[in-house]
């Protein structure tokens, strides 16, 4: 005796296969769900966050002007670029030699930097420039890349299209106080 030819059906046409992709299906939506309301309580607790830290800083802006009010006049041979509105703000810096590393890894080799802000915290050094066209146009008011253990990272957008370095760690973005103070005290310098 002989036996029929039994022949498979394509896995396509098993009902338990497409039981199973319905369940991965299901679970993958699930978890981009989970992680969309994760980062959304993360953004309303960093713009809590922000929110007391400007207050924060506006009240000791307030403290600072009456300490200096009340302090003898003193002489200084670094002016101040602009009135800081925060503490961050304050530690700008200007520095020739660090920033003279962006036209480095400019796309543009005719592009030219100026404006050159820094602040260290000690860890990193955030260094943010004005970046001018050949013509001596601006091509760009304030970008920022970070300086870390030895690499050299863009952190805004502008320095992420106008430069080939590699975009900065996700723990160094321009949410961050410190990023947005290096970038206001270029703003600030290349407005004056």
């Known amino acids: 005796m002989t036996s029929p030819n039994i022949r498979k059906r394509p896995w396509y046409k098993i009902w338990w296969v497409w039981v199973i992709i319905a369940a991965l299906a299901i679970v993958g939506m699930a978890q981009a769900i989970s992680e969309d309301k994760e980062a959304a309580t993360e953004a309303a607790s960093a713009t809590t966050t922000a929110e007391a830290t400007t207050e924060e800083a506006v009240e000791e802006t307030a403290v600072e002007e009456v300490a200096v ?3 003898p006049e003193t002489t200084s041979t670094v002016a101040p670029i602009a009135p800081a509105t925060n503490n961050l703000e304050a530690q700008c810096v200007p520095n020739d030699t660090l920033t003279q590393m962006i036209p480095g890894v400019l796309n543009d080799s005719t592009q030219t930097v100026g404006n050159g802000m820094i602040i260290d915290d000690g860890n990193d050094t955030w260094i943010g420039v004005t970046i001018f066209r050949a013509d001596g146009t601006m091509e760009s008011r304030s970008d920022v890349w970070l300086l870390r253990e030895g690499g050299l990272y863009s ?19 321009m949410g961050l106080d410190i990023a947005q103070a290096v970038d206001a005290c270029v703003s600030q310098a290349s407005i004056s």
Do not use: F, L, Q
């Not at 952190?155 to 973005?173: E, L, M, T």
């Open 69 to 71: 009010e009340e302090e």
């Open 155 to 173: 952190v805004s957008g502008g320095a992420r299209n106008n430069s080939w370095a590699v975009k900065a760690p996700s723990d160094a973005h």
